[in-house]
């Protein structure tokens, strides 16, 4: 069974659409995470979540929403998508939320037309 | 995050070790040096992570100085498959906000 799962893994859309990236972790970890890798290969955080609560929101526009219905689940929903939204998204989980390793998917490649 | 500088790439000979360097002279006593790796369109791996001491594990070594200002982390048996991007990270102590930077790209040779 995959760690950290998350689908798609592939996503063309238009500009201007809303789309939903979805992740699950069965590693029973309290903190998940979103990072975005854009075409420079950086990867940023965006969002990160302990048992539900969020805890770190980065600097992201607020059309990115991330949603937390457990502990196993973080999904990210994004309004009215940009080009500039173009880019590698990782969700990322660990046991807690201090000094300790993440486990990564494979990522969800987003491409907006 | 403290800030971290790696070299941009290095080279490796298949069966050779590894020795990729990281310098964090601006590292508080209480944080952490971790080591990631990220393989072509996969999502980062964790390789270890150390305070102030040696660490092995199945994958690595990590070797931090005594006034722990810079790291090296130790493949000690190259194979094609540890080719990727390398990446070492000092997050703010007390917080998992990890910062990935440039990294090593490190391309092993047959």
């Known amino acids: 069974d995959t760690a950290v799962s998350q689908?798609?893994?592939?996503?063309?859309?238009q500009m201007g659409n809303d789309k939903?990236?979805?992740c699950e972790q069965n590693l029973g970890h309290d903190t998940m995470y979103w990072y975005k890798q854009d075409s420079k290969k950086f990867l940023k955080i965006m969002f990160s979540y302990n048992n539900k609560e969020l805890i770190i929101n980065e600097t992201v526009p607020n059309r990115f929403s991330p949603k937390s219905p457990d502990k196993a689940h973080l999904n990210l929903h994004i309004n009215s998508l940009e080009l500039g939204d173009s880019a590698v998204y990782f969700c990322a989980s660990s046991r807690g939320a201090t000094n300790e390793k993440l486990f990564f998917g494979s990522g969800t490649q987003l491409s907006v037309l | 995050d403290a800030?971290?500088?790696?070299?941009?790439s290095m080279d490796c000979a298949e069966g050779r070790a590894a020795n990729l360097p990281c310098n964090h002279s601006t590292i508080s006593g209480n944080e952490y040096v971790y080591w990631y790796r990220q393989?072509?369109?996969?999502?980062?791996?964790?390789?270890?992570?150390?305070?102030?001491?040696?660490?092995?594990n199945e994958m690595a070594s990590l070797i931090i100085t005594e006034d722990r200002k810079s790291s090296t982390l130790i493949l000690p048996h190259a194979t094609?498959?540890?080719?990727?991007?390398y990446y070492c990270i000092v997050p703010?102590?007390?917080?998992?906000?990890l910062t990935f930077g440039g990294g090593t790209r490190v391309l092993v040779k047959p």
């Open chain 1, 20 to 22: 939903s990236i979805k």
């Open chain 2, 39 to 56: 393989i072509h369109s996969q999502g980062p791996q964790y390789i270890i992570h150390g305070l102030k001491n040696n660490e092995t």
């Open chain 2, 80 to 85: 094609l498959r540890d080719t990727a991007v």
């Open chain 1, 7 to 13: 689908t798609p893994k592939y996503l063309v859309t």
């Open chain 2, 3 to 8: 800030k971290t500088t790696q070299p941009p």
């Open chain 2, 92 to 97: 703010k102590a007390a917080g998992n906000k």
